[in-house]
């Protein structure tokens, strides 16, 4: 009932920059918190940013100063710009938001996207 897709991905120098989108899609009566996570080879899945519905965003420190979410809530996507890309940030991002349905909207439910690979790499 409720899609997340991720695109963006894809292969980048260092220094260099991607954007990275997920829209949600479906039966959505509201979208509540976006983020997303990555997780490399051999690694936990850690969160890089969160977005809240009207609050206020964080950072995991690793990106602090070189990643931004933003949200576009009328298209019920979320992005994440990454700039100044270092090998380190190699990883499959995934979208993760709280939806809430037109069937039971007084509650919400978590939902992932699929995941988008990220290669920074000379």
């Known amino acids: 009932q409720v899609q997340l897709v991720e695109s963006g991905g894809g292969l980048v120098q260092p220094g260099g920059s991607l954007r990275l989108s997920c829209a949600a899609s479906g039966s959505i009566f509201s979208v509540n918190d976006m983020g997303w996570y990555r997780q490399a080879p051999g690694k936990e899945r850690e969160l890089v940013a969160i977005?809240?519905?009207?609050?206020?965003?964080k950072y995991a420190d690793s990106v602090k100063g070189r990643f931004t979410i933003s949200r576009d809530n009328a298209k019920n996507t979320v992005y994440l710009q990454m700039n100044d890309l270092k090998p380190e940030d190699t990883a499959v991002y995934y979208c993760?938001?709280?939806?809430?349905?037109?069937?039971?909207?007084?509650?919400?439910?978590?939902?992932w996207g699929q995941g988008t690979q990220v290669t920074v790499s000379s």
């Open positions: 977005f809240p519905s009207g609050g206020i965003t």
């Open positions: 993760n938001a709280k939806v809430s349905t037109y069937i039971r909207t007084w509650t919400s439910d978590l939902y």
